[in-house]
């Protein structure tokens, strides 16, 4: 216990630049590591009108860059450890420090995921200040690197959450992906197709497509594939281009959001959630697998549940949690934690964040 109280002293200390006044100067090509745990908000620095619905300001922290020469710029945000699922989000903007009403947003960008992703800054004025306010998405915490560069690194930023009307239902495991490549990336080596479930940390690359030429040299410019969904859930794939020597940066060519029957915190739509279970999205897991799953309210970290099972997909009643007792007791969400010893190979360790469904009396 002695060491859980001590690693969590230290991940609670603030960074010098929590504070705007104390932002950190960041050089081209300089990575840093930072954390947003322990940070706090400048309320009269910030405003969120100026951004919608693109961030809620929980745990900021700030930096500022200047370009020496105008042109394009990536923000690459890199070796993300989360305490959830969220990742972080950024803001770039110009303006004077803590007066929101000289603020102009160039960007405002919140990951969902923690792959490595770059922001693509265009146009840059030499010699202009710029401010750059990370924090964690929807209230994470998080440990990430920072670097402003002239050469992307990473995965074109993507769009997350999906909504609704964006969800492709298949009743199929297999799925189907086609894209093309137009004619100002025809440079590119090859495609990435990376694929994600929802409750997942990354973004894993299932295929590479190399590109196709003919005896001229000439690219072909149409591409299939079809992968195989490994259980049920909601799946971010999007197909990325590498980048060749001194070639563009890294593309995303097309994304899809496939359902395939019902995901745990995401039911599909006209679906109605049961609403005093949660369902664990334990088909994911090899059959056979000895599971250990830990529930603990996000909170405060108590453990609300503990459970050792052998994983038996077919077994839809094994996945089910009732969470009645702590709707009555007023939470909204709970923490998962499932570590997974499969038959062959090394064991791994998932860490969610499930919304509880919305009690009884409130549908």
Known sequence: ???????????????????????????????ITSSTTGCTVQRNCVDERLTGKCIEYHNDQWFEFTPKTAGRYFINIGGQKCRDVRGVQLVVLTGTPCQPATYRILSCTSLGTQDDVFVTLDSLRAGQP????????????????LQVSQTASGMPVSYFPPSP?????????????SWTIPDSLASTPGCRVMRREIHQYRSTEVRYVPVRRDT?????????????LPGP????????????DAGPAAARLRQ?????????????????????????PLRKYPIKARL???????????????????????????????????????????????TCHPPRGAFFTDRLLLNLPAPAARL
């Not at 009307?165 to 992906?177: G, I, N």
């Not at 859930?233 to 060749?244: K, P, S």
Request: proline share 6%.
């Open 292 to 338: 250990s799953v830990i529930i603990t309210d996000p909170g405060t970290g108590r453990v609300l549940l503990a459970r050792q099972l052998v994983n038996q997909p077919g077994d839809v009643r094994q996945a089910e949690v009732p969470v009645r007792k702590w709707q009555d007791a007023g939470l909204e969400k709970i923490a998962v934690e499932i």
């Open 256 to 280: 899809w959001w496939y359902a395939y029957n019902t995901a745990a915190t995401m039911p599909l739509p006209g679906i109605a959630p049961r609403p005093d279970v949660v369902t664990l």
């Open 233 to 244: 859930g909601i799946y971010d794939y999007q197909v990325v281009t590498t980048r060749a």
């Open 130 to 145: 710029y401010l750059l306010d990370v924090d964690g998405y929807l209230k994470d915490f998080c440990q990430f690197t």
């Open 165 to 177: 009307t964006r969800l492709l239902p298949t009743a199929s495991r297999v799925v189907e992906l």
């Open 1 to 31: 216990m002695g060491l859980v109280v001590c690693f969590f002293a230290a991940a609670v200390a603030q960074v010098p630049n929590d504070n705007i006044e104390n932002r950190r100067v960041l050089r081209l090509e300089e990575t």
């Open 216 to 228: 001229y040299g000439h690219p072909e410019t149409s591409y299939a594939v079809a992968d195989t």
